[in-house]
């Protein structure tokens, strides 16, 4: 059945990645929630670390609005999760026009944009640029006449620069939202490291949430409100009744903490409809308990390899529950987990065994982007001959010491030399992120499971 929907949105972007979007778009959202309104968080293309701090902001989960992976799934996606919200904020990625392969629009921000038919709002950093600003502004809004830019919003500017920047945005008919001053403070909060950000999971909530509220003083929210009332178009979309489905009995673990954290919330959201959930902090917790299902999701346990290294209850209890037939489900981080050891800036740390491999990082990717592969040995995942598709934030290159049969090959990634997907008894690995969206990997482990158990014994 067609839907329409009203609710008013705007889509944040620059000219490049790593210009200030992310900061802009919380500083945005944390003014729209001082006003009263609330905020329905997106993120454009797959993202872990953007979308925590969504949340931590606007108080709900952030969605992913994934073109390559979900294709038009994207615009039922925004429909049912900005329902009663009294506006959606859309962080894009990479710079307005940058799209996967860099020729066609497919993906980018700008695709996004047009797909949803919403306003954009430039972030233009303005750290040593005066008068150019006026080309920058007149190329991205002419370059594609589809796309909507309204608005800017500036950041890394000192006081000097402002009116003189306000102007050159004005002159070239954009409506000025503010600006977010030159920060040392927010210069270290939001340093990258080798995947972006550092998650919110890994900060101190309290005082990031505070320095976003102090960098959003300067942002007009009541403006960009009404950019976005003005400017957004009905959307049409297909609506499709969700069957309902009665909560599971199996108990799920979660490997957390500060160490995993690459969750999207639809994952976590389907945990809970299968049963009871349990999150287990890999470097606190000494004991999984009694658990059906343990998920290990991607994250940086090379940073906190000395952590994990000294829990040994824990890493002693995962092994056995791999050993013992557990089903276990584990991407990228979780990965280099599950292997012997993890060498990292010239350390070597000790995991849980599971798989005989030594895990070592990089200084480059092995991949950094859109990842598809073909299974080709039937898993707790997936049967032979499924596609997966997936994104892979991939710097470690696992040494196996043991054969292995792997279960999928891919056509566009690298995974293990191409090869990917190591099972051990029920335990099952590999280095793709793949979205529930995408591929409904929890429900196929569990009907895995539940088959195995009603087998007689």
Known sequence: MKATNTVP???????????????????????LTRLGLKVSPFKIGPDYIDPSYHRAISGRPSRNLDYILMGNAVLGRFHKY???????????????YDSPDGLSELGSTAHLAKMLKAPVVLVINGERVNRTVRALVRGL??????????????????????????????????????????????????????????????????????????????????????????????????????????????????????????YYPETLEEAYMMGDVRFIDPERDQELGDLDILLIGGGFPEVYGEGLERNRPLRLAVRRFVEGGGFLYAECGGVMYLSNSIIYNNEEYE??????????????????????????????????????????????????????????????????????????????????HIHPETYDYLGKIRERYLQLKSRPT
């Open 9 to 31: 949105r705007i889509v944040i972007s620059s000219y490049k990645g790593k210009a200030g979007k992310t900061i802009a778009t919380l500083a945005l959202m944390a003014s």
């Open 141 to 262: 809004r002419g370059f594609d006449p589809g796309v909507k830019v309204v608005g800017a919003i500036l950041t890394n500017v000192v006081e000097g620069q402002v009116e003189k920047l306000k102007r050159a945005i004005e002159d070239e008919g954009l409506t000025y939202l503010g600006h977010i001053p030159r920060s040392r403070r927010i210069e270290e909060a939001f340093r990258y490291r080798h995947l972006g950000l550092t998650p919110m999971g890994e900060v101190e909530a309290e005082a990031m949430v505070d320095l976003i509220n102090d960098a959003s003083k300067g942002v007009d929210a009541q403006e960009a409100f009404r950019l976005a009332k003005e400017y957004s178009e009905p959307l049409e979309v297909e609506v499709h009744e969700e069957a309902k489905v009665a909560k599971g009995s199996l108990r799920i673990g979660i490997l957390t903490g500060r160490v995993f954290t690459f």
């Open 82 to 96: 900005s329902l009663g919200s009294d506006i959606a904020v859309i962080e894009g990625v990479g710079g307005l």
């Open 351 to 432: 995991m849980v065994g599971a798989i005989d491999a030594v895990s070592v990082m990089l200084n480059k990717p092995l991949w950094h982007g859109y990842a598809f592969a073909k299974v080709i040995k039937r898993s707790i995942i997936a049967d032979e001959g499924v596609v997966l598709k997936g994104h892979e934030f991939h710097y470690s290159r696992l040494i196996t010491l043991s054969k292995y049969e792997y279960s999928i090959r891919y056509e566009r990634g690298v995974g293990i030399g191409g090869l990917d997907g190591i099972q051990v008894n029920n335990a099952y690995a590999h280095y793709l």
